[in-house]
């Protein structure tokens, strides 16, 4: 039997680690915020146009679309099915946890613990394990893509770094290999094109973002400086994708000979528009969580009204 400190330890690792995320992010904004003052973030909120939220919540749709038909093509080879529009919300649902959770995985940890009857596992074989399998090979191919792209875009500028984020995209693919193996050649590349179809959503929602607060930045640079920082949002540290990504946008930015702070601007607001566009997600979450709660505060008085008749003083006959 284990001890209850043996029990609280995983919770604490993982309090531990929620806590240093969003110490990771305070931190990167204090730097940036020290840098050029708090003006890049209210320039985000204030700059964006009423247009960009339709075109967030368009785009957005489009990227969990392309994750949701993704994530079945692999997930059948694990012997999981799951209709596409269970799928597709499950995925928005993950959308949103990782946008307002640290780590950005939490959602997709969730997705593939979950026990609803959304995927029908088949007989013999591990659910929880088939599905982690399932999501990890399905992440780390949309993490390849992102990298794959950020590396192209910096061989010309910076070809260190371009190397370095396509050996992590390379390492990426690697390891989700032994998840991909058993896919067809067909269904491989609908697995790439499906993961390049959701990056040129993100891409394009950050590329509408510099045109819209930064129009000084020519349009023709606006992919590569989103890849750049789609990128560094790719990186599982933070709160939700924050931090990281700001930070990469600002290099990126001086990269290209523009004002860093311009980049921060462009990062936040995107941010605030990919948060905007998960918030189905959040609608989803609520529906599914509140029979689960009625449910469990049934359960919950059930248990109390037998405790009580256990213990009810027995009436004497006579």
């Known amino acids: 039997m284990s001890s209850p400190a043996a029990a609280r330890t995983p919770r604490g690792r993982v309090a531990f680690f929620a806590v240093l995320q969003v110490a990771v992010t305070v931190g990167i904004f204090a730097v940036l915020a020290s840098a050029w003052g708090i003006t890049p973030f209210i320039d985000a909120f204030r700059m964006l146009p009423w247009w960009s939220f339709p075109a967030a919540a368009l785009l957005g749709g489009l990227g969990v679309l392309s994750q949701a038909l993704r994530w079945r093509v692999i997930a059948g080879h694990h012997d999981i099915a799951v209709n596409l529009g269970p799928a597709v919300a499950r995925c928005w649902q993950a959308a949103f946890l990782n946008g307002v959770l640290p780590g950005g995985l939490a959602g997709d940890a969730l997705r593939a613990a979950d026990d609803s009857s959304d995927a029908d596992v088949a007989a013999g074989r591990s659910a929880l394990g088939q599905a982690f399998a399932s999501m990890a090979a399905e992440r780390l191919t949309g993490t390849a893509v992102a990298f794959g792209a950020a590396g192209l875009a910096l061989l010309a500028t910076a070809p260190l770094f371009g190397v370095a984020a396509l050996g992590i995209a390379a390492l990426a693919v690697a390891i989700a290999w032994r998840w991909l193996r058993p896919l067809s050649r067909g269904e491989l590349t609908r697995v790439v094109l499906l993961s390049a179809v959701g990056w040129a959503a993100f891409a394009t929602l950050f590329t509408l973002t510099i045109a819209a607060v930064s129009p000084s930045v020519p349009l023709a640079w606006a992919p590569g400086l989103a890849a750049i920082a789609i990128a560094g949002m790719s990186v599982p540290l933070g709160f939700g994708g924050w931090g990281p990504r700001e930070a990469a946008a600002a290099w990126a930015f001086s990269l290209a000979g523009l004002a860093p702070h311009l980049g921060v601007t462009a990062s936040v607001s995107y941010g605030l528009l ?23 505060r049934r359960a919950r008085a059930e248990r109390l009204s037998r405790r009580a008749a256990k213990h009810e003083p027995i009436e004497p006959a006579f």
């Open 274 to 296: 990919a948060l905007a566009s998960t918030l189905p997600g959040a609608v989803i979450l609520t529906l599914r969580a509140l029979p689960r709660l009625h449910q469990a």
